[in-house]
């Protein structure tokens, strides 16, 4: 069975997380799942149940707090979309990786000459009450400008996003970024890192609106995490537990992978350089010629 995305209001996230809480008292463990696997659109059902305890009712409030920030912040950045992609079951009870929350949401966010899609609940606080602060203090962006026609919809409408490569992908990394338990520390140590996701022809987006000179010859896709450094601020110091980094999402070609495969971390820094250089910087251009 296959975890089903919808549209959420930005009261609704909170509302259904409300009534998941009451029913869940922990999420199932995390297991691995298809790297490129996607969710199938469909409707909600959101059964009426108990009200929450203090606790959960607490963790709400922070939620709601949180994502009021991240709007805030976003709004200064383009114009954001009121409704989010969601899911009907939240993915991590039906054996995908753990967010901190069972919340598992991305934003639209629409500029001028491209469109940004950005995760929501990656910095939400752990349910679980294990965690301190806001989640993994980071939340994933990816922003382009090369999004088809059919797979984004006019300004209010956010659901034909679930179908673009960019969705796929980000909820890809996302979902690994999770799985790792966050890599903020990864981050502060490397400065950029680099991941490639397999299977690109078995996807449902991205076999299809990917270029080939960006699917390498195994059939994997490259992105860098963290840099180039966005042309906006993307530090959140105000966040309600602990600060929250925006982390950029940069997709890569095929022959830009193969340099960081041979050449490691003086290759992704090479490769951070070129693309300031060339005018790209963290935005993801599908038409662009490799840099390499």
């Avoid at 922003?143 to 300004?155: L, V, Y």
């Avoid at 970024?177 to 490397?190: I, K, M, N, P, T």
């Amino acid at each position: 069975m296959r975890a089903q995305t919808t549209l959420l209001s930005k009261d609704r996230p909170l509302n259904f997380l409300q009534k998941l809480l009451s029913i869940f008292n922990k999420p199932a463990p995390a297991k691995s799942v298809p790297p490129l696997a996607t969710p199938e659109p469909g409707p909600v059902d959101t059964p009426a149940h108990d009200q929450p305890s203090s606790a959960e009712q607490e963790l709400i409030a922070l939620m709601d707090a949180g994502a009021a920030c991240l709007e805030r912040h976003w709004q200064t950045i383009g114009t954001c979309e009121q409704d989010v992609l969601g899911f009907a079951i939240s993915p991590s009870f039906m054996g995908g990786p753990h967010w901190p929350s069972t919340r598992q949401a991305y934003r639209i966010v629409r500029r001028p000459n491209s469109i940004i899609l950005a995760t929501e609940g990656l910095s939400d606080p752990f349910d679980d009450g294990e965690g301190q602060g806001n989640g993994f203090e980071m939340e994933l962006f990816i922003e382009t400008p090369d999004i088809p026609a059919h797979a984004q919809g006019p300004q209010g409408d956010v659901y034909p996003f679930a179908d673009s490569w960019a969705f796929e992908l980000l909820r890809c990394v996302a979902n690994t970024v999770a799985d790792a338990g966050g890599y903020v520390s990864r981050l502060e140590r490397y400065g950029v890192l680099s991941l490639e996701l397999p299977g690109v022809s078995q996807s449902r987006a991205m076999c299809e609106q990917l270029p080939e000179h960006f699917v390498s010859n195994d059939d994997c896709v490259g992105v860098l995490i963290g840099g180039p450094t966005a042309s906006f601020p993307t530090y959140l110091p105000d966040m309600p537990l602990s600060p929250v980094t925006l982390v950029p999402v940069v997709v890569i070609t095929a022959s830009e992978l193969e340099y960081l495969r041979n050449g490691g971390g003086p290759a992704r820094e090479d490769l951070v350089a070129r693309l300031n250089a060339s005018g790209l910087g963290h935005v993801s251009h599908l038409q662009r010629a490799s840099v390499i």
